[in-house]
């Protein structure tokens, strides 16, 4: 398996455009995870899906953040508008709900620069 | 409200020195436990992880964690650090029942060669 993926991997952009990350899970997890890290918060979740529908969207930061899960291959997360203080790492997570361990598998992560 | 500390924001250690990072949590139910790792530049990896059974968990490159039910603790240990060993460590828990993990803070480890 390829493992989740994300893309792109870093994106510039200018303040106020519109941000759009995108996620595919392992196939065949039915929990998808968006967490941001910033060396000042640390590792932050902010919102979670089970079978596709959003479970705690407690996190997102603000009305600026949304995020979807059209399928259970595919999801975004996106930011309109963008701010500088939305610099961060981006990372996706999958995991299989039907295994007790509930392990988590993060992809690669997409570096955000709002300037 | 469920909780995970780890104590140690930043280590510094020399190479061939014993590791121990402390984890605590406070659920008084049923958990699991993970240690999870980013090496510089890189989107965190699992370690080890406890579910049941033996609660002295070996993971890879060299790294156990022993939980302890009576304190709440999954101490991260290695007896013999390299400078490859060099990242950030992450600690979660998961109540049974649970999607979500509940990390700590993470602790840089720093090995000098």
């Known amino acids: 398996d390829a493992g989740v993926i994300q893309s792109p991997r870093h994106e510039v952009t200018e303040m106020g455009q519109e941000v759009t990350l995108r996620c595919k899970p392992i196939s065949g997890h039915n929990s998808l995870f968006w967490y941001r890290q910033t060396m000042m918060r640390g590792l932050e979740l902010l919102i979670y899906?089970?079978?596709?529908?959003?479970?705690?969207d407690s996190g997102m930061p603000e009305d600026r953040f949304s995020a979807k899960m059209p399928n259970a291959s595919f999801s975004t997360l996106k930011i309109q508008p963008s701010e500088p203080r939305d610099s961060a790492v981006y990372f996706c997570?999958?995991?299989?709900?039907?295994?007790?361990?509930?392990?988590?598998?993060f992809g690669p992560g997409t570096r955000l620069t709002v300037t | 409200a469920q909780s995970v500390s780890q104590h140690n924001h930043h280590v510094i250690l020399s190479e061939a020195a014993s590791l121990e990072l402390g984890c605590n949590y406070s659920y008084g139910g049923t958990v699991n436990l993970f240690w999870y790792v980013q090496y510089p530049g890189q989107h965190l990896q699992l370690l080890l992880k406890?579910?049941?059974?033996d609660p002295l968990v070996k993971g890879i490159k060299g790294f156990e964690a022993e939980f302890i039910k009576s304190k709440f603790s999954f101490n991260l240990r290695k007896p013999s650090v390299q400078w490859s060993d060099t990242a950030e460590y992450f600690c979660?828990?998961?109540?049974?029942?649970?999607?979500?993990?509940?990390w700590g803070a993470g602790t840089k480890l720093i090995i000098k060669p």
């Open positions: 899906f089970n079978n596709n529908v959003p479970i705690d």
């Open positions: 406890y579910f049941s059974g």
């Open positions: 979660a828990v998961l109540s049974r029942g649970n999607y979500q993990l509940i």
């Open positions: 997570a999958s995991s299989h709900p039907n295994s007790q361990i509930y392990e988590q598998y």
